[in-house]
């Protein structure tokens, strides 16, 4: 039997799970992942796991669980993150002009973390911007928190395979974003969705994964017969490279 230190993939590392409160109760579950960019580091996630006016969702923090050793992974601690400061939020999110776009980003305090904290990021350079090196029907992984399950004693997230349904590359209906056919619950919001990066992975690379996008919710028919009709099985995942953009530094 492997340790549970060897088996874990560093992509394992690189998702958090994330709990929203309002004041000390606790309100929804959810999913996010770690980008760095320059010397910043950030918390992704779905912006309606922050705010979400037609459900009156409203949290005024979240937190995150965190390992303190790549080795030991059953050591783990929970971070807190204020959403608000002085009145004013404290993510950045963005808009196109199709519309709002479902993904946010919480900038983190290094010097708040523990000093023994062990996270892996994406960073710009994981970001798939060849449009053709993703064919449709091309497997994918998301990796997340759905229900809030996951390994409790190792605190890791699971793994559902996916394929893009959609041509990746094409805004969906005119939306940043493209479709994923894949079993996803809720919790699943803003969790990475990847692509195994073989060239990184012969290089060595310590993350050798590919960030094709954010998974946000499942695409469904609003005609749709309940009864007669199954769900469609499909989601929606928003383009990562909207992450350029909420994390440039401002000028």
Not at 46 to 67: A, M, N, W, Y
Not at 172 to 199: I, K, N, Y
Request: charged content about 20%; aromatic content about 8%; some cysteine.
């Amino acid at each position: 039997m492997l340790d549970a230190a060897v088996a874990a993939d560093p992509l394992m590392l690189a998702a958090a799970r994330v709990s929203t409160f309002v004041g000390e109760r606790g309100a929804t579950n959810a999913s996010g992942f770690f980008f760095q960019r320059d010397d910043g580091l950030y918390l992704v996630t779905s912006r309606h796991v922050l705010i979400d006016k037609p459900t009156g969702h409203f949290p005024d923090r979240l937190e995150i669980e965190l390992h303190l050793d790549a080795h030991e992974l059953s050591r783990s601690v929970n971070f807190s993150i204020p959403l608000y400061e002085n009145g004013r939020s404290v993510w950045r999110e963005g808009r196109d002009s199709a519309g709002d776009i479902d993904v946010a980003v919480l900038p983190l305090d290094r010097t708040k973390l523990h000093a023994d904290v062990a996270i892996r990021a994406f960073t710009p350079q994981h970001l798939q911007l060849r449009f053709e090196d993703v064919g449709v029907g091309q497997p994918l992984l998301v990796v997340g928190f759905p229900l809030g399950f996951h390994d409790t004693v190792y605190h890791l997230p699971v793994v559902r395979q996916a394929i893009a349904a959609s041509p990746y590359g094409v805004r969906f209906q005119g939306q940043g974003l493209f479709l994923t056919d894949a079993r996803t619950h809720r919790g699943t919001s803003g969790a990475p969705v990847v692509m195994r990066d073989t060239e990184a992975s012969a290089a060595g690379a310590l993350l050798p994964w590919k960030l094709l996008g954010v998974h946000s919710a499942s695409m469904d028919m609003g005609n749709r017969d309940l009864q007669l009709d199954e769900s469609l099985g499909l989601n929606c995942a928003w383009y990562a490279d909207i992450l350029l953009t909420l994390t440039e530094a401002p000028k």
